[in-house]
Every structure is written in C-alpha cells, then in structure tokens.
C-alpha cells in the first residue's frame, strides 16, 4: 500500500468531494463548493461530530446562530482590534502575503509573536523574495480579517460577517441557561460557516475566506474547574486511563510523548481542561481514526496563544500532502473573556447565582473548537491509499463517513436482473441506507469506482439471485465476500455499517 | 380548540425556538437565531424536505454551493440589473419603506409591475404617508438588495453575499452532469442561507435579511417537456387524480378551485411542470400537514412574474397572524435563462449532447424553490392551539417535525425511580430517539410544558415500573395513555413516529 500520487485537490475534484467555488468564472481564491459526494461525507461529518460532543453532557445542545452580526459584538471580542495577519508587500509588482506564513514555510519558524518591523528583518535577512517578480519585501502591515457589510437601505450601518461561530452561544448564554435546566456545565454548540479575508488561502479545504467550523463552547462555574466530579454523568477517573500525545510548549526539541492525565494535571492544567483534551483526543483517534502517529495535542506559548486563552493545545495532525502538521482544531481556555466582554459593552448583566454561595458570578468557557473541512480534509488524505494489486485508490473511510452505504450492481443487462436489481436498491433506500446504482461498465470497473470514494460495501445480483434470493456482498477493505438471503440486506448493511456486527459473522463465505 | 393569543413571534421566543439576532445589543433588524428547540425543529425539517424532493427521482442530488460569488455571476442572472425593490423616503424625517409593500397592505393592491413614478403617485394619491412623522413620501426610488463584498487583501475585487441558492448548480451543471450518469432529468438540491438587503424587514421569519432557502432545480431536456414519462421512474398519469388548489391569474374574482392536471395541461400548463406542482402539494398537505383551505398555487402574470421566469406559481399559505396570503415559495419554470446567461458571460460552453438527434442544446430548469424558514413559521402557525380543556398550547406538528421525540418522566423522586429513568432514557438516545428527561413540576405541568413544543410523546415511570418494568405512554394528540413493557418502547416510538403502527395497537390501554 503506498499513497496515491494525484494530489489530493485533484482527486477532490475529479470525484465530486470538493472543487473550487464558481469555476466556470475562473475560480474565487479561498472558496470551495461541495459536490453531491463531498456534501453526503459532510452530512456524516456533521452527524458523527453532533453525536459523539453533543452526548458527553446531558446538557450540551446545538443550536444555529446568524452569520451577520453587529460591530459592537466585535468590539466586545476583540476581533476588531486583534483578528489581524501581518500583511507581507511587494510594491514593485503588488503581490501580497502572510509574512509569518511563508516565514514558517521556507525557514520551519514560527513567528506568530514577532512585529511587523521583526518580521520584515527576517523576511530581508533571509532572502525571502517575493514569489512572483524575485523583489524583496518592501513593507510588513497589519491586516484586519473581518468582512465588513453595509446594513440596511441607508447604508448607516456596518456588521460583518462573523469569523468564527463562537460569538453566538455567548450572547444566547444567558437566555438559553434560562431556557433550559439553570444548570452547570451547559455546552453550546454549533456547526456552521465563518468567513475570514484570508490573505493567501491555500492547501484547499485548509486555509479558506468562506469555510465551517464545529464549535462547542462549555459554560462551567470556575471554583469546580478542577473537580474530579466533571458533570453529572462524567468523572475526571473516566479518563485516567487515556495517554494523551502532547508536545508541550518547552519540550519542542524533544520526541512527542504519551501523558497521563494525572500528570497534565501536575503539569498544570486544569482537570476539567484536561478531561476534554482527552475526550477531543478518542474522536480524533477511534472516531475519524486518524493514525496515532499523525496526531497530536501542541500546546502553545503565551506569546503565540490567541489572545483571548489561557490554556491553548492546537488539535494538529499530520499532512504528508503538505509536509508539515496542521492544525484542524483547538482546545481553549477562553475564561470569562468573553462573557465579561458582551457585559461591558453591551450593558446586559451575563452574570448568574451560584446557589450554594449566594454569589454572582460570570462563568468560564470552555471551546471545543474545530475547522470542520479541515477534518474533511484530513480524513481524505488520511484515508486515501493506491492498492497495487487491485491497481486503484481505496478510500478507507470509517465506515459511517463513507458517502455512500452501499453500491448495488445488476451483473447481467436482462430485465428480470436489472429489476430485481432495482427493488433491492428501493428497499435499502427505504432503510435509510444511502446507495449508489451502478449498471455501467465491467464489474472491476464498477468496484474500483466504489473502493476510489469509499463505499464499504458492494452488493452484486446475479443468477443465484434470481433462482434463490441470495445477493453477494463484498468488503470494501479485505475484497472478501459472502452471500446472504435479500430479505435479510437492509438489517445487515446497517449492523455492518454501526459496527453491530463484523463480516464474517454475515452469512456463508466465498472461497 | 381556538388558537392562542400569544403572538408567534414572542411563543417563539420564550420556547426557544427563534428569537433575534444579537438581542443584547438591541437585536439587529432581519436577523435571527435558532434555539436548541427551534434547532432539532429545523433539522427535521431539512431531512423530511430531502427525503421527499430527492427521492422523486434517483437522479437528484444534495450539492453545497458557496455564499460569496464573484460579480459576473450576477451579471449573468441579471441580478445586479433586475433585483431591486422600489424605495420610498420621507425627505423630512429620512424613514426608508417598500414602496409596493405599503400599497399591499393599506390598499389590498399588488402593484408588483409599477413603475416607481406610478408607485409615488399611488401613494400620494391614495394619503398613504410615512408611518413615522406622517409626512407624505417624496421619493420612490431602485433599490438593489444584492450584499457587496470587498474581497482579499488589496480589496480589488468586488464579491457578492448569493440572494438565491439557486445559482451554484448552474454553474455546478456541467461538471455534475459529467461525474453522474450524464442523464436528464437531473435534480440539484441546496438547503442554504441566502442574503437580501431588505427595505422593511417584517414578520420575524417571514421577511428576513438573512434567511435559508431549500431549492431543487431540475435540468430537463425541452423538448421532453410535455412527454408522459416525466423520467425513468415517473410518470405523468401517476398524479392524475390530484386536485391542485389553484388561482389563476384571470379568475382572481373568484373563489379557489380545485383542478385536475388534465385541465391544467389543457389550461397551456407543461405536463413536466404540472407533475412537480402535484408534488409540492403532496409535500404542503401531506408532509408538512398544512389544511387544505390554507393552501393555494398563486399563478403571477406576466408583468409580476419574475424576470426569469416563463411559468411562475406561488405556493402560498393562509397565515391567520398576517392576515394574508403568505409566498412560501415557487415553482418556476426558468427555462434556459440561467445555462444561456452563464455560458454568454463565462464563456464556457453549458450545452450538452442530445444523443437522439445528435444535436446539442442547453437544458431547460424547473425551479421548485423554498423560503425554509417560511415553511418553519408556517408550520408553527398552523399547528398552534390553546387547548381548553386542557388549558394550555398544544403545538400538534406532524410527529416527525417534533423537536422531541419523546420526554421522560420519573413521578417519583427517590433515587431507584430517577436511575430506572435515567436508564430508560439512555436506552431511547441510543436508539436515536431525541429525548428530554424533566424531573421538575407537577406531572400536569411537564405534559403541558411537552405539548407546548410538539413532543409527541411522554413517557412516564411510577411504581409499577420498578415492579414489572412497564410504562406509560402518553398521547400528545388525544391525551391517551397505554402501558407498555420498557424492553419494547425504543421500537414502539420509533414505529409510532414514523407512522408504522397506531397509538392503539401497541399495548394495554389505560381506562
């Protein structure tokens, strides 16, 4: 098994996931569009994040915030004064880019923390030209990433469209606490799209001006951040078992290590942090099934973490596509940055009563945060292999994101088969079981083109079929098959599917 | 039964349903949020509006187009030129209205054909003054609603927010079209938010600045459009015996009729337009369970059409809180309009080959076209009673549509009740079944607090399920209660919410 060659924005493309938004006009830079297949795995991706975040708390909910929101929700943040990217400029031919970007990519440097003045000297230093005239770097600025809007027939006022979907479950904290059992921790969730003018959007699905983040923020009352009780149904013992993969802030030099949680602890982090860094860490690795050894937990220093966390471990995994780690997510400690801040400027008290003390206070956040196409991504590449002896790609998806469930295949062009055919495929559509049908070309070509995008399993009628009702199923990860009564495919597709049962468990095997 | 007071905008409010954007900074005018409530409502609603559009045909697909798109886009729709809406000012005290909006509602007079010089007049005329300073409108002028963007770092390019999912599958078609089975009908569905810079925002979700849409657009070769095989699996006949509700656009004067497809097609209607419109009534009155005499197809004439359009139906619902027809959406034959723009301005070829003839030609476009929060607010509306009896709302949506599933009561607070309830209720989750588990208030209030969201269900757990394991089943609708085993209640639930079996059959009826 080695990995397939096309990149992975052609493979993309080629098969329907993801290309390029508004193509036929040439492209838009940093925005990208779901074709049917892309858009079924990011049904999944939504479906499979929702259940695994949503069920860690009796108490965690989704709801939908607006995209559009006023400037005073920005001011609060900090997202006017703070949300920039130093601005890189070629004034002879005008090109633009992220200084610290390309700093990171020609020198391995990370200089989130450097001014424009330092980066500029580490741009001219280093011989760092400008990609597409050879000249140097004349200016390094601050650039603001928000999207400003004209609202409203008389263009009086500005909002912008939000960057991230985390401002929402601030300003619905209160009124949603209300709503449902006053009680803490109450999470929050949303899955949805954020814009950010990007100054040079890159690597497809991983650097974009239009994407989806899924987002859960935990509202929890800071005195019991490090209780072992964490919720009513969840211990800081439930996960002292787990070793987390971390490279800590002052052991980059040194290999990635396993870590008990006992010993982040010791290390410094809080419990509660560190029960969520652990539950992140079971969806990366038994969820998405991203390779242990592509994964880890980087924690950041104060000068590079955002400004609005105390405890900040990207979520990073490695791309050999691009060479490098990726961040696809977050675990933040954001405090009571963000509720003291809509309560300063918006005058609403966000405060609620502690009943055993009889105190006020504001509660502390915690962010779940993840760049919801660059899991998309990440499972693409992750998942994607050349098989040399079937001479295709196989997509080893975990078997709930594959696009589609299962692909049905007539082997014989007669109407009696293509019928039969027909009514196995509507009975397993009526299952809730998403399925392709596949009548064209030879049936090596028709597998091939179901391994290439994932479908875990192939359903062939042939003679038996008609004679004695029997189907042939075929893995998508072994090739192995076996046969089974038709009567009994819906059940069994979806106990393979939900990992009920395993294949060989199905029915008489082949060869 | 009478219907409640309480206006839908504050119901919606204070259960959680909807509520305005940015409420703690005064709200933001046209912009809405979901609650966790109106969230799983809305969910539903997405999956049962693709369950039924794109199993009407195998060759219909989900796709996911981007928000931003670049100007030429709109260039070749016709928006930048067309998309407007007639401005009313009051020079004295700088109020902004919608010129025909006003007339519609004072007068009783759609005047969607005016020009602005005839909408000034009528205003004046007919002693329609400014709704602020009463002082008469000195101007009507071209709005366009379109949202213009600045994109990327040197802020050269001028982007558009999208007034309409519809156009990314045109633009999408060709390369669909190619990965599919190259066949017509082709159908490509979006469910999301578009954007309009609205005059006069109005009625919560009806008239909002941003807002979701669930469009299907079907690309179909013209010259099938009056065949009696609307596609491989459908055929004109299937629908013959509908009565559709329509009023047409020379019989306004007289009441609602009901008319067969047959005299529709002889009316000049196409065969393939008349079958989606039987469709979408099957979906307003069956699915979503809107009465009949709420229901209309609206027939525009040519000056109020839209410009795209050649055959152009309202869908419109009676809403008792508007006091009006309400548009929900449309059915909109487009024509080539949209390929023969887009291939005019991108200059990329959108004609395909007609394998019959040889020849090539550009794909025709039905349009069926959904304002999503529209069918929500709807459904909300119609589904609304005060119950006198039992003197609270009951909210009686189609069980599918219900936030929740089924709520889960233990009447008794020791410990060996709430765990069994608990239990109980763990086992429904992972069934899939949305649950809410209240321990708070009288048993009375917890149905009354249930029926008011919809749940279809209660669930109750008292003595004798600790003895012998059953339960009660509460009936939203009727009030009915049977008992039933607790091994066999995931299975009863699921079978009752999706209308497999009969509040009766499933166990022993109480009293």
Known sequence: MTMQKEDLTSFMKRRGFVYQ????????????????????????????????????????????????????VFKASGHLDNFDDPLAECFKCGTTERADKIIEEKLNRREESATNEELLKILNE?????????????????????????????????????????????????????????????????????????????????????????????????????????????????????KLIVMLQNERDKPLKKVSPNELVKYGLPKFYTYYMAKVQQYILDILK??????????????????????????????????????????????????????????????ILDEETGKRFIPHVLELSFGHWRSLYTLLEQHLHYDDSRQNNVLKLPKKLAPINASVFPLIKKPEFQNLARQINSDLIENDIITSFDTSGSIGKRYARADEIGTP????????????????????????????????????IKNLTNDKIEFLQTGEKIK
């Open 21 to 72: 938004g508004s193509e036929i006009y040439g492209g838009l830079t940093g925005i990208w569009e779901f074709g049917h297949i892309g858009k079924l795995m990011k049904n999944h991706l939504d479906n499979v994040w929702k259940k695994f975040f949503l069920s860690l708390d009796d108490n965690f909910y989704e709801i939908e915030g607006s995209i559009i929101m006023p400037e005073n």
């Open 126 to 242: 280093n011989n760092i030209k400008c990609s597409k005239c050879g000249s140097k770097f004349e200016k390094v600025s601050t650039f603001n990433m928000m999207f400003p809007l004209t609202f409203g027939p008389k263009g009086g006022q500005t909002v912008y469209l939000r960057p991230e979907t985390a401002q929402t479950p601030y300003l619905d904290f209160k009124h949603q606490y209300e709503l449902l059992r006053k009680k803490l921790p109450l999470g929050l969730a949303i899955i949805g799209k954020a814009f950010r003018n990007e100054i040079s959007p890159k690597h497809s699905l991983i650097r974009c001006r239009e994407f989806e983040q899924a987002e859960l923020q935990i509202f929890f009352n800071p005195k019991n951040i490090n209780d072992e009780k964490i919720s009513d149904t969840a211990n800081f013992s439930d996960i002292k078992n787990e």
């Open 290 to 351: 991203i390779p242990k050894e592509k994964f880890r937990f980087y924690e950041l220093n104060d000068k590079e973490k955002a400004f609005y966390n105390k405890n900040h471990f990207d979520i990073e995994v490695f791309s050999n596509e691009i060479n490098d780690w990726v961040e696809i997510g977050g675990v933040h400690y954001r405090t009571d940055h963000d509720l003291s801040g809509h309560e300063k400027v918006s005058k609403t008290k966000l405060s």
């Open 457 to 492: 399993y192939c359903i062939t009628i042939d003679h038996d079929s008609l004679k004695s009702g029997t189907v042939t199923i075929r893995d998508r990860d072994t090739t192995n098959q076996i046969k089974i009564h038709k009567d009994k495919l819906s059940e069994t």
